[in-house]
């Protein structure tokens, strides 16, 4: 049941204070021998709160530094292209992380016009120079950023030379080496201060230099003359709006010049889409590109958090009264590595677009072979539409790393997340980007329209009348540390029961069809629908995903019997 508030206008008094919750990034030192408060990367890179003591200073830095420590483990020999969203953290922490790297003399390329880079552009910029670089110089990458997670908190990811998320086997390499730089703290870490380079703070866009904790620092062997150097200026934004063609039909866009909205939602890439729209001379309504990073513009979402989340109909709710008389609007969250795409039906889910998206692509790119990439919890649908259409689908666990060496070498066209998340090849069957990629997948709603004359729900619609129309929910189920443990380790064998939603079970699995890769919890299918339960990283609930072709009714019961089987597994051990 959705909280009272969710779908309403943020409230002043909700909002935060970022110098508060920046002085805490600063002041609170995290504990070791407290777990919570060690380095802890999940899915997308390490996340957390300063003032809880789980994202603060000290992580920045003892990340950073194993990094450089390591980096050329996984080939990175050149520069390192860094970028931030606009969650108040991580502009003090951009600054930490940049003197950690000119302290270990990385080549650091910081955007030249001093604005914030997406996800996805930091992707583009290292395959754009690996794709010429001697083996002296491969590029790796920085992302300071927690996603669409409230806007006090704070997180940072790595990108290896493939240009997506680290796999598993880099982030617990580069977390035990975090931890032991967390236990010795900051004298242990090389690092140049941007008080000592004139100049160097304003290649990087960093609002708020609170450095009174200055006598922190430990001195880096690096000179001052040496440290400018190691700092290199790059234009992240024209390098990535220029090479647009290669990969939208943007001519098509042009010549229809159909009336959108693109409601930036405060994010990373609001002057992205404003390039856009000046290149390209699109008839773009531009909101909320402004910086801002108490998110005052957003609706709650379904839980009464603040959640800059695009793929959820509480918090794109504000985007949705905004639409007017535009054919559709586009949202994206602070790092622009997801999409929401809202017509006059309201917002398209993301496992609806998504479909759509291969379908769309598939016939209108010169591809040959190539399949589409999707997680365990992407629609039914997908699978039915590639069935019938000849095309292989790879499915992987929930987690954009396992997309990126499939975009990587061109196996698969399109990769896919339930989250919102995705990325394709480029017109040529070449990689754009390994990550998320939010502007392209709202770009591609515009190209259908233009190209089609109708919208992306137009299309769905089309597709449900061949293939049925599902229903989907996913639920955040609280429950304690003994059902997390006992799902985490599930077998098949443990699900006794020969029914689901009233239908037979067809196949019990906890390993994905793709490589049969642990996908940390179950999913039983049905003739009639499918359910996964997985269990949360951080905290105590688990996540309930559901997809019924028997409408709202049978959801619920497919859900009501899948929680049954889920808390079922203690009673069993016991």
């Not at 003892?62 to 996984?74: L, P």
């Not at 069809?513 to 999913?523: A, M, N, S, T």
């Amino acid at each position: 049941m959705a909280h009272p508030l969710a779908g309403q206008p943020v409230k002043k008094e909700d909002l935060i204070h970022v110098d508060t919750v920046v002085k805490d990034f600063f002041r609170i030192v995290p504990n070791y021998e407290i777990p919570e408060e060690r380095v802890s990367f999940g899915t997308s890179g390490h996340r957390g709160i300063a003032s809880k003591g789980t994202f603060n200073e000290l992580h920045v830095a003892a990340i950073v530094q194993a990094i450089c420590d390591v980096r050329q483990e996984f080939g990175a020999t050149g520069p390192c292209y860094i970028g931030q969203d606009t969650h108040a953290l991580s502009q003090p922490a951009l600054q930490v992380a940049i003197e950690v790297l000119l302290g270990n003399r990385v080549k650091t390329r910081v955007d030249a016009h001093r604005e914030f880079v997406p996800t996805p552009s930091v992707s583009r910029a290292i395959l754009r120079h690996n794709a010429n670089a001697s083996e002296d110089t491969i590029a790796d990458g920085i992302i300071i950023t927690p996603s669409h997670n409230p806007p006090e908190h704070g997180g940072i990811k790595y990108n290896p030379p493939h240009g997506g998320p680290a796999d598993t086997g880099v982030t617990k390499r580069i977390e035990a080496l975090a931890n032991e730089y967390l236990q010795k703290g900051l004298d242990s870490i090389q690092r140049f201060s941007f008080h000592h380079l004139v100049g160097a703070h304003e290649s990087a866009h960093c609002g708020c230099c609170h450095h009174e904790e200055e006598k922190r620092v430990a001195p880096a062997a690096i000179s001052v003359e040496e440290a400018g150097q190691y700092l290199e200026p790059y234009d992240f934004k024209m390098a990535y709006v220029k090479e647009l063609p290669q990969i939208i039909n943007m001519k098509a866009i042009q010549q229809a010049n159909p009336n959108i909205l693109i409601n930036a939602l405060g994010g990373s890439g609001g002057a992205y889409w404003h390039a856009i729209a000046k290149e390209y001379n699109l008839n773009l309504t531009i909101i909320n590109s402004d910086y801002d990073p108490t998110f005052s513009f957003m609706s709650y979402d379904h839980d009464g958090a603040i959640r800059m989340d695009c793929s959820s109909p509480y918090a794109m709710a504000e985007v949705v009264k905004s639409l007017g008389d535009h054919v559709l609007a586009i949202g994206n969250d602070p790092d622009y590595d997801r999409h929401g795409i809202v017509t006059e039906e309201g917002l398209l889910a993301p496992n609806q677009y998504l479909v759509v998206a291969a379908k769309y692509l598939n016939e209108t790119r010169p591809w040959e072979g190539k399949g589409v990439g999707k997680t365990a919890v992407v629609t039914g649908l997908m699978d039915a539409y590639c069935k019938d259409s000849n095309h292989p689908v790879y499915e992987v666990p929930v987690g954009f790393k396992y997309f990126a060496p499939l975009l990587f070498d061109g196996r698969i066209g399109l990769g896919a997340e339930e989250s919102a998340g995705a990325s394709f090849l480029q017109h040529d069957g070449s990689v754009w980007t390994t990550d998320k990629d939010g502007i392209i997948l709202g770009l591609l709603a515009v190209e259908m329209v233009a190209t089609t004359g109708k919208t992306p729900t137009q299309h769905y619609a089309d597709i449900t009348a061949q293939w049925g129309t599902p229903v989907f929910q996913r639920v955040d189920m609280p429950c304690t540390a003994e059902i997390k443990s006992a799902l985490k380790g599930m077998n098949p064998s443990d699900v006794t029961v020969t029914k689901l939603g009233g239908s037979p079970i067809l196949n019990i699995r906890t390993t994905s069809l793709f490589e049969d890769q642990p996908i940390d919890g179950v999913k039983i299918v049905t003739d009639t629908g499918w359910f996964v339960a997985r269990p949360s990283g951080t905290e105590n609930l688990y996540k309930m995903y559901a997809e019924s072709y028997l409408g709202e009714e049978g959801l619920a019961h497919l859900m009501e019997d899948g929680k049954c089987i889920i808390e079922g597994l203690v009673t069993k051990s016991a």
